[in-house]
Antibody
Framework: EMRLVESGGGLIQLGRSLRLSCAAY????????INWVRRAPGKGLEWVAV???????KYADTVQGRFTVSRDSSKNMVYLQMNNLRAGDTAAYYC????????????WGRGTLVAVSS | IQLTQSPSLLSASVGDSVTITCRAS??????LAWYQEKPGRAPKLLIY???SVKLGVPPRFSGSGYGTEFTLTISSLQPEDFATYYC????????FGPGTKVDVK
């Protein structure tokens, strides 16, 4: 069964950095689009970033320049490096798979919580 | 592209037929998906390409629409369907609608 497992969340101070990991099982990350989605407390879902193809990446305006998504194909894992964290980055972070740029997110991880404190 | 959903809150009873509407600010053809989210759990894909039901999703869930107006219908609400529902456009950068919470009347 295809699945994704996130890790790396926690309590982190304002302005610091954190790296989230996303491990994929029963499918190859290099052949798919791996997205990061977050949900802040009391808010809706927000798409954050995607990595696909030959390490192509795209980001939401709210994280552009602060977050970097990368991939280690040998480990079948994707990472989200989050720098200069803000209070507004506090959220549950999910990785999710899609098969193409216009395809829905059909496999989701259970999420990892990030809390940014002042 | 902007997405709106209505209503934002829908109170219903088991057995009711409920409909949620999602509107896009531009033509997105059928690049629309619907998700169900429950507290503490990952979102679950229900409908893709506006009208296709994901394998394993109960047939009481259906999607319709094209272009700028879409609907998600639950034909006979079950206890496990009380949740928040999001539409998502996939024509451009992925974007989720603001969500519709379906709660007990």
């Amino acid at each position: 069964e295809m699945r994704l497992v996130e890790s790396g969340g926690g309590l982190i101070q304002l302005g610091r950095s954190l790296r989230l990991s996303c491990a994929a099982y029963e499918f190859i990350v290099r052949d798919n689009y791996i997205n990061w989605v977050r949900r802040a407390p009391g808010k809706g879902l927000e798409w954050v970033a995607v990595i696909y193809g030959d390490d192509n990446t795209k980001y939401a305006d709210t994280v552009q320049g602060r977050f970097t998504v990368s991939r280690d194909s040998s480990k079948n894992m994707v990472y989200l490096q989050m720098n200069n964290l803000r209070a507004g980055d506090t959220a549950a972070y999910y990785c999710a798979r899609s098969e193409g740029i216009h395809d829905a997110f059909d496999v989701w991880g259970r999420g990892t919580l990030v809390a940014v404190s002042s | 592209i902007q997405l709106t959903q209505s209503p934002s809150l829908l109170s219903a009873s088991v057995g009711d037929s409920v409909t949620i509407t999602c509107r896009a600010s531009q033509d997105i053809r059928t690049y629309l998906a619907w998700y169900q989210e429950k507290p503490g759990r990952a979102p679950k894909l229900l409908i893709y390409a506006a009208t296709s039901v994901k394998l394993g999703v109960p047939p009481r869930f259906s999607g319709s629409g094209y272009g700028t107006e879409f609907t998600l219908t639950i034909s006979s609400l079950q206890p496990e369907d009380f949740a928040t529902y999001y539409c998502q456009q996939l024509s451009d950068f992925p974007l989720f609608g603001p969500g519709t919470k379906v709660d007990v009347k």
